[in-house]
Each structure stands twice: as structure tokens, then as C-alpha cells.
């Protein structure tokens, strides 16, 4: 949604700070597509995806009196709704934790079939990875942090990280190519 009568951010943000409940809606509204998307990434479902947006803007809300305009508000926003959706995710995580991880299949060569697919096909083959993986493989190969940083921010060892990355690009691999089969492309 566009802003009315062309308020600026700044303006938005200003008056989100005093506690605004219009504001709070405006600034919801200009974002919401944004952390949407960044929410589904993370999250095994649209409805899922749409706690995470809430709950971050709710803490966006409760937080904001704290945000240092000279940060871009978008990357301020979006480390709270990585956050979000990543502590949603850390008793699901916990749990799978539990399960052997030992054998992990090594990664194999394959051509790559991502070329054929639009984002939309790319993110429901994503949302086919089980949480844990997909969790990582966003925080990993998408947001860019590193194994070490992945395992603080999850409470697993590093080696656990790279294994459930591993086996996230496996799946996705067969993935690819279970959907490049069924639409008669080579994969």
C-alpha cells in the first residue's frame, strides 16, 4: 500500500516513536509486503509466515522508541523479523536436534535445473525443506551468516549447522530434479 498525501518514512517514524496507533498502521501497511517476504522465506506456511510478520511488527512497535534513524529502517526491520521468525523456530529446532545427524548424504554434482524455475517454484520447494533445514539454509546461502554465527543464534554446534545445510541443499537438490522430471526437463 502507498502512503497517503505522501508521508515520508521519517514522518511515519516519527510518530510511531509517540505511540501514533495511525502510524503504527501506516508503517504496517507500507511494510507488510516486504516483511511478508521476508517471513515466508522462514516459515513452513503462509500462516506461519503471518505470526512472524505480527509478532516482529509488534516488537517493531515496542522497540521502535530505540531505532537509530541513521540505520536504514528496512534492514533495521528485517534483522527483527529474521530474529522473529528464528526464535519460533528454536523449540522445533531443539526438538530435531535429538535426531541423528551423523549420516548426512555427501553433496553431489548436479546441473542446475534453478534456471527454469521462477522465485514462486523456488519458495515452495524451499518450504518443502523440514524447518530445521530450511531455517539454516535462509540464515546461510540467503542472509548470509556464517556457520559460527548460526550456531549461537540457534544453540547448536557449529558442525550441526553445516550438516543440516548440507542435507538442505541435498533436498533441494532432489527436489530440483523431481520437478525438472515431471515437467519433462533435463535435470
Request: aromatic share 8%; proline share 3%.
Amino acid at each position: 500500500m502507498h502512503q497517503p498525501r505522501g508521508i515520508a518514512e521519517e514522518e511515519i517514524i516519527s510518530n510511531c516513536k509517540t505511540g501514533s496507533l495511525k502510524y503504527q498502521e501506516l508503517l504496517y501497511k507500507q511494510f507488510y509486503g516486504y516483511a511478508m517476504g521476508i517471513a515466508l522465506r522462514y516459515s513452513i506456511n503462509r500462516d506461519d509466515a503471518l505470526e512472524v510478520v505480527n509478532d516482529a511488527f509488534i516488537k517493531v512497535f515496542n522497540s521502535i522508541k530505540n531505532y537509530n534513524s541513521d540505520r536504514p529502517f528496512k534492514a533495521w526491520l528485517r534483522t527483527i523479523i529474521v530474529n522473529t521468525a528464528i526464535d519460533r523456530r528454536r523449540k522445533e529446532i531443539k526438538f530435531q536436534l535429538h535426531v541423528e545427524i551423523d549420516n548426512a548424504m555427501p553433496l553431489g554434482n548436479s546441473t542446475n535445473a534453478i534456471e527454469n524455475l521462477n522465485a514462486q517454484d523456488i519458495l515452495k520447494l524451499m518450504q518443502q525443506l523440514p524447518p530445521v533445514q530450511l531455517t539454516i539454509f535462509n540464515l546461510y546461502e540467503i542472509d548470509g551468516y556464517s556457520h559460527d554465527e548460526i550456531s549461537k543464534m540457534l544453540t547448536m554446534p557449529e558442525s550441526s549447522s553445516r550438516v543440516y545445510l548440507s542435507r538442505a541443499k541435498e533436498k533441494l537438490r532432489n527436489l530440483l530434479r523431481s520437478e525438472a522430471h515431471n515437467h519433462g526437463r533435463v535435470g
